[in-house]
């Protein structure tokens, strides 16, 4: 079985990206970067750019076509507004927010392999357990997870999640929840085990890094 990831949006989704994929990875999903050959086919996608949303829109209907023809599982996460996130329900077999990533198996699972017969039918069952409601309080757990890194030379490190201070024009208190720091030894354990691999470029990320 292989899977194809998409990360659209900042470098936070791309760094989010790598832990999807560590816990994809642990069901034996091989990585493909052909959209085509893959049995599970996923977007981490981001509300905040427009540009961002409008791929989304254009891979998913893409995506759906393939149906008509072949097995398939579609799923998105990432920064998604809860108005986005209704309308991407009806489109995509789940939807799940980060600080539920360690229930990707659950969900893969509940599903098993989609045939196209089936689509309708999974699609209406659809349980509530998979539908994300208000934005969760970040569980740190989600750092536990060793990231698969796209790089063997360059990689981010994230050091905090969310925000408190609800500017007007922003979603991540909205997408991300509020700000949640990582522990300073367990931003230099993972900088240290990099070092050690030999990485040359390394990325301290957050949404708001001032605490
Ligand atoms: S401080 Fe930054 S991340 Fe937080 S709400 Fe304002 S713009 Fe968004």
């Given at each position: 079985?292989?899977y194809?990831?998409?990360p659209?949006g900042?470098?936070m989704?791309?760094s989010d ?11 034996d999903y091989?990585?493909?970067?052909n959209e085509e050959?893959?049995?599970?086919l ?7 750019r ?6 989304v ?8 076509r393939?149906?008509?023809k072949?097995?398939l599982?579609?799923?998105v ?9 209704k309308k991407?329900l009806?489109?995509?077999d ?8 360690n229930?990707?198996?659950e ?6 392999v989609v ?7 999974q ?6 357990i ?12 989600f750092w ?5 890194y796209?790089?063997s030379f360059?990689?981010f ?8 201070k609800?500017?007007t024009?922003?979603a991540?208190?909205y ?10 030894d ?8 990099l070092?050690e691999?030999?990485y040359?470029?390394?990325t301290l990320?957050?949404?708001?890094v001032n605490s």
């Amino acid at each position: 079985m292989k899977y194809c990831l998409i990360p659209l949006g900042c470098q936070m989704n791309k760094s989010d990206s790598e832990r999807i994929s560590s816990v994809i990875e642990a069901m034996d999903y091989k990585y493909t970067d052909n959209e085509e050959e893959a049995d599970l086919l996923g977007i981490v996608a981001c509300s905040v750019r427009q540009r961002a949303i409008d791929r989304v829109y254009g891979r998913i209907a893409k995506w759906n076509r393939w149906k008509n023809k072949r097995s398939l599982l579609t799923f998105v996460s990432g920064c998604i507004l809860e108005e986005d996130e209704k309308k991407f329900l009806k489109l995509f077999d789940f939807v799940f927010r980060m600080t539920d990533i360690n229930k990707i198996p659950e969900i893969i699972n509940h599903y098993g392999v989609v045939i196209p017969a089936a689509i309708d039918l999974q699609k209406n069952s659809s349980s509530d357990i998979f539908i994300p409601s208000g934005v969760d309080n970040f569980d740190e757990g989600f750092w536990d997870i060793k990231p698969r890194y796209n790089s063997s030379f360059e990689a981010f490190i994230p050091i905090q999640n969310g925000c408190d201070k609800f500017c007007t024009y922003c979603a991540v208190p909205y997408t991300r929840g509020r700000e949640v720091s990582r522990s300073s030894d367990e931003i230099i354990n993972e900088l240290e085990s990099l070092v050690e691999a030999g990485y040359k470029s390394i990325t301290l990320l957050g949404q708001n890094v001032n605490s």
